[in-house]
T-cell receptor, first 114, second 112 residues
Framework: AQSVTQLGSHVSVSEGALVLLRCNYS??????LFWYVQYPNQGLQLLLK??????LVKGINGFEAEFKKSETSFHLTKPSAHMSDAAEYFC????????????FGTGTRLTVIP | SAVISQKPSRDICQRGTSLTIQCQVD?????MFWYRQQPGQSLTLIAT?????????ESGFVIDKFPISRPNLTFSTLTVSNMSPEDSSIYLC?????????FGPGTRLTVT
């Protein structure tokens, strides 16, 4: 079975500071991992995905995530936060069948302080 | 990537009534999914809808409460039946394309 744990339901950073959103996964099969962003009153947008290729994955809007099997982690980072990054971020995992059965974490709300 | 639209975008309904949510995709897709996002919560998969077959429901969700139709490869509907305030949520449809799922904008439902 697959599951994800997102540490920290709320994260606040200053504009220009490093963004670090934590995600740990549990999977009985090699996982596919995803980060989605949800802006207020909108649906989910895929930020990036790991599908067993390069362990460092670059996504849209300057975000990246590193798959660390030894730590069962897939933390999301961005070197310099922008006001427009304020949103809810969800980590998700699926099994080797692809993205057809996603399990989502509880989400982390990112606040960017000017 | 697929472009997905949902109707209505939001609605306020009386308890005991039903609401049908429509999901339209701009391309043909095999698998469509319906999720529920309760206030302040993450997404929970309600069911998977494949064209030409019955929807597959996750534990805790039943067809009588959430009937789903999938008449073709670009369209699906989810009905929330006999609503109660506990059904107040955002309902999202998504489509699966190999290693990615694309989500619609969601339908925000409030039941009074």
């Amino acid at each position: 079975a697959q599951s994800v744990t997102q540490l920290g339901s709320h994260v606040s950073v200053s504009e220009g500071a490093l963004v670090l959103l934590r995600c740990n996964y549990s999977s009985s099969v090699p996982p596919y991992l995803f980060w989605y962003v949800q802006y207020p009153n909108q649906g989910l947008q895929l930020l990036l995905k790991y599908t067993s290729a390069a362990t460092l994955v670059k996504g849209i809007n300057g975000f990246e995530a590193e798959f660390k099997k030894s730590e069962t982690s897939f933390h999301l980072t961005k070197p310099s936060a922008h006001m427009s990054d304020a949103a809810e971020y969800f980590c998700a995992v699926s099994g080797s069948t692809g993205a057809n059965n996603l399990f989502f974490g509880t989400g982390t709300r990112l606040t960017v302080i000017p | 990537s697929a472009v997905i639209s949902q109707k209505p975008s939001r609605d306020i309904c009386q308890r005991g009534t039903s609401l049908t949510i429509q999901c339209q995709v701009d391309s043909q897709v095999t698998m469509m999914f319906w999720y529920r996002q309760q206030p302040g919560q993450s997404l929970t998969l309600i069911a998977t809808a494949n064209q030409g077959s019955e929807a597959t429901y996750e534990s805790g969700f039943v067809i009588d409460k959430f009937p789903i139709s999938r008449p073709n490869l670009t369209f699906s509907t989810l009905t929330v039946s006999n609503m109660s305030p506990e059904d107040s949520s955002i309902y999202l449809c998504s489509v699966g394309e190999l290693y990615e799922q694309y989500f619609g904008p969601g339908t925000r439902l409030t039941v009074t």
